[in-house]
Nanobody, 124 residues
Framework: VQLQASGGGLVQAGGSLRLSCAASGRTFSIHRMGWFRQAPGKERDLVARVMWSSGRTSYADSVKGRFTISRDDAKNTVHLQMNSLKPEDTAVYYC??????????????????WGQGTQVTVSS
């Protein structure tokens, strides 16, 4: 699976940005997709995730009510709409896809894929 992220940039506090991530390749094996972020000197943390089959979403507490993740099945794309941005949202955002598929013997395999990071900077 290949992931191509787009969006990001510089915005003032209170503004909005939209990130997109298009998946290609073995997209039939995608189990869930999401966005992580990593600020300088910090670990990479989950921001939001969507289950590919059910559409069920989950969010980090810090972004609940401000960020919305959505998926476009036809285009194998996920979007992250970020509203009411805060300076603490500044980070490199990474698109992620987790795949789950059986081999010929019925053994299930899981793999994690990452897109290139995209910088989001929120000025105060």
């Amino acid at each position: 699976v290949q992931l191509q992220a787009s969006g990001g940039g510089l915005v003032q506090a209170g503004g909005s940005l939209r990130l997109s991530c298009a998946a290609s390749g073995r997209t039939f094996s995608i189990h869930r997709m999401g966005w992580f972020r990593q600020a300088p000197g910090k670990e990479r943390d989950l921001v939001a995730r969507v289950m590919w089959s059910s559409g069920r979403t989950s969010y980090a507490d810090s972004v609940k009510g401000r960020f919305t993740i959505s998926r476009d099945d036809a285009k194998n794309t996920v979007h992250l709409q970020m509203n009411s941005l805060k300076p603490e949202d500044t980070a490199v955002y990474y698109c992620n896809a987790d795949t789950l598929y059986p081999d010929y013997s019925g053994t299930w395999h899981a793999q994690k894929y990452w897109g290139q990071g995209t910088q989001v900077t929120v000025s105060s």
